[in-house]
């Protein structure tokens, strides 16, 4: 089993996973390059060919087709590598799948992710976050500096046992419902002393009018 799966090795990977490979189909996936490159064949011919240099990789082997004629394909160690990878990148995302229907969630929501912060394949993570329908002061869930409109993250990694996902969905939560419950203060205090400003004769008209009464109706 290869070790070690590099960036050109994915691109054929991706393109042609384990099927016959033409001289056509490679120009269409490297022309661009090529030409950028310097290369000056307008057909996949010579120039082009030696510029992919297949004979220098050995991880690609003659296919011919079935009446004859080149082809290439990907070795078969090869194409175990990243079929086994693929699988495990599976199993991986299951695991984590279940682990995230297994817990409760009352603020925000659970998601099972990949981590582009990480070097492709990208390994998978789980993550919580809540988006607040209006702007929420306060740091984010590690004590760090955040903008009101911004949205609240927790991020682990998909393997992370359940109960300790479990104790820090907790404090997330909690960190949250607390920033809530402060704004809702905040909100009443503000209503308050903005209802102080209103004279109490312009409070009694209001009652009125919201009984159907007007001042001409009263004296009738």
Not at 16 to 25: K, L, P, V
Not at 41 to 69: E, H, N, Q, T, Y
Request: proline share 7%; net charge neutral.
């Amino acid at each position: 089993m290869r070790k070690r799966l590099s960036k050109e090795m994915r691109r054929y990977w991706d393109a042609f996973g384990a099927q016959r490979i033409t001289r056509n189909a490679l120009w269409r996936l490297f022309k661009g390059p090529y030409w950028q490159s310097g290369g000056r064949d307008m057909f996949p011919r010579a120039d082009f060919m030696g510029w992919l240099g297949l004979d220098s990789k050995r991880w690609i082997v003659s296919c011919p087709g079935p009446r004859g004629g080149e082809g290439w394909r990907l070795s078969d160690d090869l194409v175990a590598a990243f079929e086994t990878e693929r699988e495990t990148r599976a199993i991986q995302f299951a695991e984590a799948e279940a682990k995230v229907d297994a817990i409760s969630v009352h603020i925000g929501s659970l998601d099972v992710v990949e981590d582009f912060t990480r070097p492709y394949p990208h390994p998978w993570k789980i993550q919580w976050s809540f988006a607040p329908p209006v702007p929420l002061p306060g740091t984010d869930v590690h004590g760090h500096p955040r903008l009101p409109e911004e949205p609240f993250h927790l991020s682990v990694q998909s393997n992370t046992l359940a109960e300790v996902l479990e104790q820090q969905l907790s404090h997330a939560q909690k960190h949250v419902q607390a920033l809530l419950e402060q704004e809702l203060d905040a909100l009443a205090r503000k209503e308050e002393q903005i209802r102080s400003l209103i004279p109490a004769s312009l409070n009694k008209g209001s009652k009125r009018r919201d009984n159907g009464t007007t001042s001409g109706e009263e004296h009738e």
